[in-house]
């Protein structure tokens, strides 16, 4: 088993398993630990009680709160300052960061779901929601094949007349609350945490959206190369799907955004990942988005009204794994 400790020798010349190694962050269920040279990917490893390292980016230090810790937001919020070392400070305290929440790049690997495809035209995905047909048949809307967090993206939710509409929202959650834009990872909210968590648990309550999509990208590691390559995946004949999603207005900031819900992969996706966007079958869309439906129904939807079985997917060209790349992927054999 791996050590994991408060201290880090970076001597070189010592062997891995000899080293202090302390933790960097947990996503899903891998544990990212620091050895004082590389980033590990850790799975199913404890996260400890402290999260915070000798960065690698910048040759700054890279200092992250524990989860669900008063200076950070559920996902792993944390901070950024400069030298080659920190403070440790323990996760039992009301310890708040002197220093702004950054945004990491660690989490820009690891994300999932965190990238997806929305190639088709608007008026496929019309027969899937109540919307005002006669107005969403002049929406305009672009073949778009590596949509990444940050960016703009169809939403559709209920309107406070319980009507649906259909909006555009950035992807990455700014909670109604929030005072500036976070910088932890708020591209996925993970079914575990949605109804405690801060960050998500207001939207979980009244504010439910779907998210159109018809495909989305999970990524294995090439045992020849160690590189990334990725899949993409969707429903037979690319039809079209949405999912599950929270969003929230941020009046101060005038952000509407939206948020992807995650959940524990189901087969066939477990053959790629642990962890699966939320894909709701269209029979459970109206009570989905209904703000009167309870956060156990509306939980328990997500659980059993879903159409993970018929997902299929194949290996595409690593254009795709840089999120500038805006083209349509070429299918890579196996």
């Excluded at 996503?27 to 199913?44: M, P, Q, S, Y």
């Excluded at 929230?248 to 955004?257: P, V």
Aim: some cysteine.
């Amino acid at each position: 088993m791996i050590n994991s400790s408060h201290r880090t020798d970076s001597s070189d010349s010592e062997p891995f398993s000899r080293r202090k190694t302390k933790v960097l962050t947990q996503v899903d269920e891998t544990t990212f630990l620091w050895d004082g040279k590389n980033r590990i990917a850790c799975h199913r490893q404890s996260p400890g009680p402290l999260s915070c390292a000798a960065g690698r980016h910048g040759r700054r230090c890279v200092e992250y709160l524990p989860l669900g810790h008063r200076g950070g937001l559920e996902t792993g919020g944390g901070c950024r300052r400069s030298g080659r070392t920190c403070r440790q400070h323990d996760a039992r305290t009301d310890y708040q960061p002197k220093h702004r929440a950054r945004y990491s790049p660690v989490f820009a690997e690891i994300g999932m779901c965190g990238r997806f495809t929305f190639e088709q035209d608007w008026p496929a995905f019309l027969h899937l929601y109540e919307l005002d047909r006669d107005k969403e048949r002049g929406r305009n809307t672009a073949a778009r094949y590596n949509i990444a967090p940050t960016q703009d993206v169809l939403m559709v939710h209920a309107d406070p007349d319980g009507r649906q509409v259909a909006e555009t929202a950035r992807w990455w959650l700014v909670p109604h609350w929030a005072k500036e834009r976070p910088r932890a990872a708020m591209f996925n909210a993970r079914i575990e945490r949605i109804g405690i968590s801060p960050a998500f648990r207001d939207a979980f309550k009244s504010r439910r959206c779907l998210i159109p999509a018809d495909g989305f990208y999970e990524w294995t590691v090439n045992a020849d190369d160690g590189r990334k390559d990725p899949w993409l995946i969707h429903l037979p004949d690319r039809a079209p799907f949405s999912f599950a999603g929270l969003w929230a207005h941020n009046d101060k900031l005038g952000i509407t955004s939206c948020t992807i819900i995650t959940m524990p992969a189901a087969a066939p996706m477990t053959r790629l990942h642990d962890r699966q966007p939320a894909l709701l079958d269209p029979a459970a869309y109206s009570e989905w988005l209904d703000p009167a439906t309870s956060g156990f129904s509306a939980k328990k939807l997500l659980e059993t009204c879903n159409i993970d079985e018929g997902l299929e997917f194949h290996r595409v060209s690593r254009d795709v794994n840089a999120s500038t790349f805006t083209g349509r992927p070429k299918a890579t054999p196996l």
